[in-house]
């Protein structure tokens, strides 16, 4: 126990350096070549955070544990709301500026209930994997296409103020951001590891583990990404992160894993887990769509989410050990 123990503690401290030196690798790079710092929170951030997801829910696949995988997807979605964008609006309230978000909130409602409508049968076949990729490859290119023609997604003088007149050297930032990339994701492995065997010595279920845990442990890059990134300023990094990576959980790493390996899905998953996760996107997008002006989430909001956070995961884990 003592070792997961310190595996753990080492694992945060890492984890919330690499996020500050990731960020600002990021806003640099997206200033030198002129990226809207929405797209670098879809892509670049929204990517390199999940790559946690992708790799534990690929190997849980490949080694018969499918229901870690599928808990650890969704789970991290519910996390990206509930958890990340409700503490992180508790320290400062989130602005949220860019009409880029009036188009890409709609197709994380739709990813949503895409997703539910797949789990409802009980199963996730090697087909609906595809579809799954084959609609994440589409919005990737989307989302390229889009974001290189709104360069002007922020209003005059506000990329210069958020991201400074000349930032850092362009190599010194590509450094930071891929180093500090590497440590997210080796720092969040760490953590999933340790907590892993954590959760083991209390003998929990593997869909419950993948739900709380390891959901929890790949979600903390994430986490500490959006929390500096509102520290800095970067709203739209921020929001767009969560957004990117609940896309790229949804269709990309369920995708991967069902393709590995088809699986039946526990009926909870979707009359439980769907529900909340569904829930909260519709909470996302009523508050960040901002029908009387620029979208705001508020302190109170992200407590009310964050509270949702700590009664599914208390749920969750009180229903383990009973």
């Not at 670098?40 to 544990?65: C, K, Q, R, W």
């Not at 790949?218 to 986490?223: N, Q, R």
Request: glycine residues 10%; proline residues 4%.
């Amino acid at each position: 126990m003592i070792l997961p123990l310190l595996s753990f503690l080492f694992g945060i401290i890492v984890l919330v350096w690499s996020a500050d030196r990731f960020v600002a690798g990021s806003a640099s790079t997206a200033s030198h070549f002129g990226m809207p710092r929405l797209l670098v929170g879809m892509l670049v951030i929204g990517f390199g955070t999940s790559a946690p997801e992708m790799v534990v829910s690929a190997l849980a696949a490949s080694s018969g544990n499918t229901e870690i995988g599928l808990g650890n997807a969704y789970g991290s979605n519910i996390a990206n709301i509930a958890l990340i964008l409700g503490l992180t609006a508790l320290i400062h309230p989130i602005a949220v500026h860019s009409g880029v978000l009036r188009k890409e909130l709609p197709i994380l409602a739709v990813v949503t209930a895409l997703a539910a409508y797949q789990v409802w049968d009980g199963r996730l076949t090697r087909l609906e994997a595809i579809l799954l990729l084959v609609a994440f490859a589409g919005l990737l290119a989307w989302s390229i296409h889009k974001g290189l023609r709104h360069r002007a997604d922020a209003p005059p003088g506000h990329t210069e103020r958020e991201l400074g007149a000349g930032g850092m050297p362009i190599a010194r930032a590509l450094f930071w951001l891929a180093l500090g990339l590497i440590l997210l994701v080796a720092s969040s492995r760490v953590l999933v590891w340790s907590a892993v065997e954590i959760a083991k010595l209390l003998e929990v279920s593997d869909l419950v583990i993948g739900l709380t845990i390891v959901a929890l442990g790949t979600s903390l890059p994430e986490l500490a990404s959006t929390v500096v990134a509102v520290r800095r300023g970067e709203h739209d990094i921020a929001v767009g992160n969560v957004l990117g990576s609940n896309l790229f959980n949804t269709l990309l790493v369920v995708g991967i894993a069902v393709a590995i390996e088809p699986t039946v899905v526990p009926p909870e998953i979707f009359s439980r887990d769907m529900v909340v996760m569904g829930a909260l996107t519709l909470a996302l997008f009523v508050v960040c769509f901002g029908f009387q002006g620029p979208g705001r989430v508020q302190r109170f909001e992200g407590a009310a989410l964050l509270s949702v956070f700590l009664v599914y995961n208390t749920y969750l884990v009180s229903g383990a050990v009973s």
